[in-house]
């Protein structure tokens, strides 16, 4: 697999802006056998169930028991040498909705990722379809560089019915999902041919994690970004970075997931040194920066990236008087369905796209509620947890179907995966409707 | 270039939800701010006013009790009152419509617990109505084996001893299908919401077949029957289907049936989370959710006494969130609103006063179901709901408390957490938005 | 002809002890204990199994015996034992003369102990405070008092003891026709069952019994001096108290010692899912009646977080307090209870009082029982005329046979790991018996992952006293102190015993964990008060529950449900607006 590395063009802009590329080798996890405790943890824990209430996989999946047990119980029945931990834990999808819902802090996502990371490292095959197939997901950003790299082939490839079927047979990917298209030009590309940022400022400067979503599949997400950033006069840096992690975790895979912290954290905390603050358009990566890393990490600067990361919108509204900007312009037609990804809840933003749109002349977006859209990153890309994925999503997929909007709108690249799979519809990111209503 | 509201409430219980409500059906402008979900979550949704007075004694009429209770008890505060009580319980009627039921007068009903005794209470799920204990109907209690909180034969006996007008019996059958023994109690209700097919007839494959769960848990109650005319479960018929289950249930069965209202996690306190949370968002409060609000800002022009705006923590960067007017409504010592520690009990957000005896060996009674202080601890406010400091003067001229977080009366013991919840929610809220729309 | 041979007083480790070592001579037992087992000092310690190191300094004699034990217990109470090593942890500023005398002292006692850096201290023991300076290791251990005193009693029967608990002696019997000079014998014990005899049953109404035997044997630790009183004899049990604060969780895996002279405050023992932070030392008057203080609890939090500062932020869940069944001969005038000896004295009031037949046993230590009952038994066999040999140091107790049973039990009964994992650490090679059923088995303690079967197998030997069930299963035991799982522990009495019965064992349960938890109240603890009195009081209305009322409820009265369907609209909207118009 190391063939692959840098393999490129050495005048590629990838090649220069981006870190080099990620290793794919069987790895030891947790290279510095520090372990974690997470018992104390339990100590807020009151026993009120209300994590497994709103618990999506639990819902559906008598597998799971929760995230109760499977967070404050499991780690106070630890002694120092118990080292299993239970294999349902593997059917968590991350959605991490637990966390929020939790009345009394406990850091439920933060004990279910160790326990995964652990389960994963001590207890799954490594040689398993399901470990490799595992991999291989939560490694999405090593396979998007090479597949962009060859956009229509792979595109091609991966609609290929052959292909899929071998995905489903020999790894245990789902062959009823389509995968990503990749774009013909990557997000990094059209920045460097633009020629980086437009404009320079001391006073207002953010660095953009973009993340691999929008660098890969969907540039318009992040070029519209850049377009809203600039208008309202920030100079725009872009850092080499790598995968925020999000996947990684969600598949136990915790070096994987520290070997990109790292760098990213180096990175970002370098921007901050230089004036900036940190911005992303994907909710599941700016979650990852600002709460998976702390709990989980011990990088210099990990907490300064954790306090100084924003949602883009949110940045804006904190920082401009975006409300104003909005009311003054107008849209056309533009109705939607927005799902508030479980990060984006995590975060505190679930009513933030809502209530946006809802100032902006011509535009409108009605919340299809609170339920997860089931798809969680890769693990509706599961065979096995696909039918699982369309279960949680259905209830989403009704509220989307009605609603008057045909459009479906929501910050999350996979979460918007699931609804197109599951009603059809295109489906906006709140930036591109907000640039095309300011900028253009 | 902030975030900016007339009205902000904190806390996303049942209190706040109302007080945001009648914030904005005055007009004002509202936002709420909640960090984790609400202890609705955990109550049985029963919506008690007041079961039992001071002295103990059962109440048939809540009303006539409340000039009764001391004063320093939330209903006696003059934005509240009977009035408020009765003007919260309206809002109440109006948001829930049809899904509850005791509206109709203004006597308690006395509701079958899952601990087999009969509580009174103001409202009821439409899904317990037909449950009540005052209904001399013949009941049959239906436990499942793996549901352990509801034990049916033993609070049928329970009930019996209690001495309620009708006949009752209690069976435990398995719940159909093939869930494992630890099935969240959300994952049966979402087999019954579904109508899954299940399978029914154990582990023998001979006759093993698949039935829509409703008709299995029909045909898992049916042969024990007898000559009841009413059918209580432990309440977890469905999330959101629960009224066309439990009409799939009566033709099935030619019986009434109702719910046992359970606690925790309670499907029912879900239910009514949700019917709340849609009539805010109908009424345009904007809920900002997942980050604990840790601070206050006082507000620049006015200075100290007003409060400016609160900061929410978001992973350590402190985010202002302004407002004219500031409702408190974070719940007591489960909500988290009221903390301690080994020296002393506080208000963490404003650092409000709350009353209690310095030696913490005080703060409780010996006899698990004494006379706790620690159940009324909480702020003490003024005539207006406004928290009062140490020397009775009043803490800001823009904050008012609602719910569990003002103290002064034990709900659990005198049966009124929802009522108090409603009352001074609305009194609340109400009043902070008459001072910016005025 | 005697109803027993032998009459044990006491359901303690030395009382268990002493009936298994008989019964095993073949001698015919009965034990008589006012509570349940362990209801006394055993089930109100630490549960520290000593390595002796504790005494290497002060007391040889009793390092040496309790390493000797020590060894004895891992092998014959495999599954009441967790080997987790301790250690005694000099922190800067604590004397080095005393470290060095610990570890000579733990050599010459053959004490197996080694000398750990700080920085390897705290590699084993991550939460120790950053002034560590040294550490000695040694073979500390952790036992569960409950279910090794269960266990004698269990083996104590199945070699022919009658054991009764709940069986409160009100008489001892004194005779004239006794072969000591003063011609006075003990003949037996009146007592009185609080229940029928055997298992306890709530609501079954007490009786008295008098039960003679040939010799009786008085071990109920501080509660010596008052059997005593019934015979009249003296027995100067000088009782001392000590606290001890349960944490929620384990903050520690090894037990931890402050390395100095004696002082409150010196130890956290890892205990099953907690740890535990003691004690105190304090004399008191009367074992049953004595001030529990804000003072002890604040102490051990205070004192021990400077050796494990996590402490200081941590969750207590409750705090217990037990007493020391301290002896000393009268004429050595020991004033500091501290001071006096951990050894232990056997009384035979035969040659001490004029008085025979009757023999007492005080003082001692945990982790020596059953050596002290060896010697017991020993004297007694002695004055029956038996002549057999003490096996119990080579025969595994009930649930140590076979440690090849240790294995995954998971897949086997459908139990998810941890859960698995925890059954068998407490039933150890019972466990296939006991979680073996046919029913579903759901957990019943989530916080300590108790299953039904498991709490069915403790009914099965304790009848409707739940807190005999609690000390053999932990159920309850945990962060929500029986919040959740008390009233589903009384409801699997239903309905092999009837409904009042179930209420009344619950109302005891529930009370009892109350008691403890009292000593926790704030921070999380009082959250979690709180909320298990919500859902105690408000949900379930227990506090006014209508069947303990005198009075019938006047159910008419009440809303009836009858008029609430929807065809009624007019009538609510009329009671409404004539209520506005007030």
């Given at each position: 697999m190391s063939d692959a590395e840098s393999g490129g063009d050495p005048h590629d802009a990838r090649n220069e802006e981006t870190v080099e590329s990620d290793e794919f080798e069987p790895v030891q996890v947790f290279p510095e056998s520090e372990e974690m405790d997470l018992r104390p943890g339990s100590d807020d824990c009151y026993k009120c169930s209300t994590c497994d209430s709103v618990c999506p996989v639990a819902e559906v999946d008598d597998e799971f028991p929760g995230p109760k047990f499977q967070g404050p119980e499991q780690w106070r029945l630890k002694r120092k040498d118990d080292r299993d931990i239970d294999d349902s834990v593997m059917s968590c999808s991350n959605c991490m909705r637990c966390d929020s819902s939790c009345p009394s802090d406990v850091p439920l996502s933060q004990m279910h990722n160790t326990a995964r990371g652990q389960f994963v490292q001590e207890q799954m095959e490594k040689l398993s379809q399901e470990y490799l197939r595992n991999r291989i997901l939560a490694n999405y950003r090593f396979f998007a560089e090479l597949g962009s790299k060859v956009p229509r082939l792979t595109n091609f490839l991966m609609g290929n019915v052959v292909v899929q079927s071998v995905n489903e047979k020999?790894?245990?990917?789902?062959?009823e999902r389509e995968f990503p298209e990749f774009a013909d030009e990557t997000f990094r590309e059209w920045w460097t041919n633009r020629g980086g940022a437009k404009i320079e400022s001391d006073e207002k400067r953010v660095a953009y994690f973009h993340g691999c979503y929008s660098n890969y599949n969907t540039p318009e997400v992040g070029k519209s970004l850049v377009r809203l950033f600039e208008y309202f006069g920030y100079e725009v840096l872009v850092p080499p970075q790598k995968c925020s992690g999000t996947p990684m975790f969600a598949n136990g895979m915790l070096a994987d997931a520290r070997r990109a912290a790292e760098t990213n954290v180096s990175e970002f905390a370098a921007a901050i040194e230089e004036g900036a603050d940190v911005i992303a358009s994907c909710t599941s990566c700016s979650m990852s920066l600002r709460q998976e890393y702390p709990e989980l990490f011990d990088f210099e600067g990990t907490a300064s990236v954790a306090a100084q990361t924003y949602e883009a919108v949110e940045y804006l509204r904190l920082h401009e008087d975006l409300a104003a900007e909005l009311e003054r312009a107008e849209v056309e037609d533009a109705d939607f369905a927005y799902h508030a990804p479980c990060h984006a809840r995590n975060q505190g933003l679930a009513g933030q796209a809502v209530e946006m749109m809802d100032l902006l002349g011509g535009a409108s977006a009605e919340d299809v509620g609170e339920s997860c859209s089931g798809i969680s990153g890769t693990y509706g890309w599961k065979a096995e947890k696909y039918d699982t994925s369309m279960e949680i999503g259905a209830e989403m997929f009704d509220h989307m179907e009605d609603a008057e909007a045909e459009t479906g709108m929501t910050e999350c690249p996979t979460c918007a995966m699931q609804m197109e799979h599951g009603t059809g519809y295109e489906i906006r990111h709140p930036l591109e409707v907000m640039a095309e209503a300011l900028v253009e | 270039m902030a975030i900016e509201d007339d009205v902000l409430v904190v806390g996303g219980g049942l209190a706040g939800m109302t007080a945001a409500l009648a914030a904005a059906r005055e007009g004002a402008d509202v936002r709420l701010l909640s960090h984790k979900d609400s202890t609705l979550r955990s109550a049985s949704g029963l919506v008690d006013v007041l079961g039992y007075d001071s002295a103990g004694t059962l109440l048939a009429d809540p009303f006539d009790a409340i000039a009764d209770l001391p004063e320093s008890h939330p209903y006696r505060q003059a934005s509240v009152g009977e009035s408020g009580v009765r003007e919260g319980l309206a809002l109440f009627d109006e948001v829930v419509g049809e899904s509850y039921?005791?509206?109709?007068?203004d006597r308690n009903a006395l509701v079958s617990t899952h601990g087999g005794t009969v509580k009174p209470t103001a409202r009821y799920p439409a899904s317990a109505?037909?449950?009540?204990?005052?209904?001399?109907r013949e009941v049959l209690l239906v436990g499942f084996e793996t549901v352990t909180d509801f034990d049916a034969p033993l609070a049928a006996d329970h009930l019996r001893a209690a001495g309620v007008p009708f006949e009752v019996e209690g069976v435990t059958v398995p719940f159909p299908g093939d869930f494992r023994a630890d099935a969240a109690r959300t994952r049966l209700a979402d087999a019954l919401d579904a109508n899954e097919r299940l399978e029914v007839g154990g582990n023998r494959p001979a006759v093993s077949t698949t039935l829509p769960a409703r008709k299995a848990l029909a045909e898992a109650v049916t042969d024990h029957l007898?000559?009841?005319?009413r059918v209580g479960f432990p309440a977890l018929l469905g999330q959101h289907e629960t009224e066309a289950i439990r009409a799939d249930l009566e033709t099935e069965l030619g019986a009434a049936v109702f719910e046992v209202p359970m606690g925790s996690p309670s499907l029912p306190g879900m239910r009514l989370e949700g019917k709340f949370r849609k009539a805010c968002r109908e009424a345009g409060v904007r809920f900002t959710t997942g980050?604990?609000?840790?601070d206050f800002e006082e507000d620049e022009e006015s200075g100290s006494g007003v409060i400016g705006a609160v900061r929410v923590d978001r992973n350590g960067a402190a985010i202002p969130f302004h407002a004219d007017q500031f409702v408190l409504a974070t719940g007591g010592l489960v909500g988290k609103g009221v903390d301690s520690d080994r020296n002393g009990v506080e208000e963490p957000i404003f650092d409000c006063h709350v009353p209690h005896p310095s030696d913490r060996y005080d703060w409780f009674a010996d006899e698990a179901f004494g006379d706790h202080p620690f159940a009324r601890f909480g702020v003490k406010a003024d005539d207006d709901l406004r928290p009062l400091d140490r020397g009775e003067e009043v803490e800001f001229d823009n904050l008012r408390a609602a719910g569990a977080v003002l103290g002064g009366c034990d709900f659990a013991a005198e049966k009124s957490g929802s009522g108090v919840s409603l009352a001074t929610g609305l009194a609340a809220g109400r009043s902070a938005a008459r001072e910016v729309t005025k | 002809m005697t109803d027993t041979e032998v009459l044990v007083v006491g359901g303690g480790s030395t009382g268990c002890g002493v009936a298994r070592d008989l019964a095993m001579r073949g001698v015919d037992v009965t034990l008589v204990e006012k509570g349940n087992l362990t209801n006394g000092t055993t089930g109100r310690m630490h549960g520290l199994l000593h390595s002796g190191g504790r005494y290497a300094v002060s007391d040889r004699a009793s390092a040496e015996e309790c390493i000797e034990e020590n060894r004895v217990l891992r092998d014959i109470a495999g599954h009441c034992v967790e080997m987790t090593g301790g250690q005694f942890v000099q922190l800067e500023g604590d004397p080095d003369e005393y470290f060095e005398e610990k570890l000579e002292g733990c050599r010459e006692c053959g004490i197996p102990a080694e000398v750990l850096t700080g920085e390897a201290a705290r590699e084993e023991e991550p939460y120790l405070t950053k002034d560590v300076k040294r550490a000695i290791r040694v073979p500390d251990g952790a036992i569960d008092p409950f279910r090794l005193c269960v266990a004698n009693a269990a083996s104590a029967q199945q070699h022919g003891a009658r054991i009764e608990t709940h069986a409160e002696v009100t008489d001892v019997l004194v005779d004239d026709g006794g072969t000591a000079e003063s011609g006075r014998r003990v003949r037996g014990l009146e007592v009185r069952h609080t229940s029928g005899p055997g298992k306890r049953e709530h609501r079954q109404p007490g009786e008295t019994e008098e039960i003679t035997a040939e010799h009786v044997v008085n071990a109920t630790g501080a509660w010596a001096g008052q059997i005593g009183e019934m015979a009249g004899v003296d027995v100067e049990v000088r009782p001392s108290k000590g606290a001890m604060v349960v944490m929620n969780c384990r903050q520690v895996d090894t037990v931890v010692n402050r390395c100095r002279p004696k002082g409150d405050a010196d130890i956290v023992v890892p205990h099953e899912t907690t740890a535990i932070l003691g004690t105190t030392d304090v004399e008191v008057e009367d074992p049953e009646d004595y001030p529990e203080e804000q003072w002890e609890v604040d102490l051990m939090i205070d004192e021990l977080s400077r050796l494990v500062p996590i402490l200081d932020e941590a969750r207590t869940v409750r705090s217990f307090w037990g007493v020391r069944p301290l002896y000393e001969p009268p004429e050595m005038g020991t004033t500091d209870p501290t001071d006096i000896t951990r050894d232990f004295f056997l009384l035979d009031h035969a040659d001490r009082d004029g008085l025979a037949d009757f023999t007492s046993i005080v003082g001692g230590k945990f982790t020596t029982y059953r050596m002290m009952a060896e010697k017991i038994s020993d004297h007694v066999c002695d004055k029956l005329g038996v002549s057999a040999e003490c096996r119990t140091a080579d025969v595994p107790l009930p649930g140590s046979e076979d440690f090849s049973v240790l294995r995954d039990y998971m897949d086997e009964f459908g139990l998810r790991s941890p859960i698995g994992r925890r059954s068998v650490q407490r039933l150890g090679s019972r466990a296939d018996d006991v979680l073996d059923t046919d029913g579903p088995n759901p957990v019943l303690c989530d916080c300590e992952a108790v299953t039904r079967a498991e709490v069915q197998d403790a009914i099965d030997q304790s009848g409707t006293d739940l807190n005999a069930v609690r000390i053999r299963t932990r159920a309850s035991m945990g962060n929500c102190q029986g919040g959740f799982c008390c009233h589903r522990m009384a409801a699997e009495l239903h309905p092999e015993y009837d409904e009042p019965q179930a209420r009344e064992a619950l109302d005891e349960l529930f009370q009892e964990r109350w008691k403890g938890e009292r000593h926790a109240l704030w921070g999380e603890q009082l959250s979690q008060a709180a909320l298990n009195y919500a859902l105690h009081a408000?949900?379930?209305n227990r506090d006014r529950d209508p069947a303990d009322r005198e009075d019938a409820i006047s159910f008419e009265e009440f809303d009836s449900g009858a008029s609430a369907s929807k065809g009624d609209e007019s009538k609510t909207s009329e009671t409404k607006e004539a209520r506005h118009g007030d």
């Open positions: 020999l790894l245990g990917i789902t062959s | 039921r005791g509206g109709h007068t109505a037909a449950g009540v204990a005052s209904d001399d007898g000559s009841a005319e980050n604990p609000v840790v | 408000t949900t379930m």
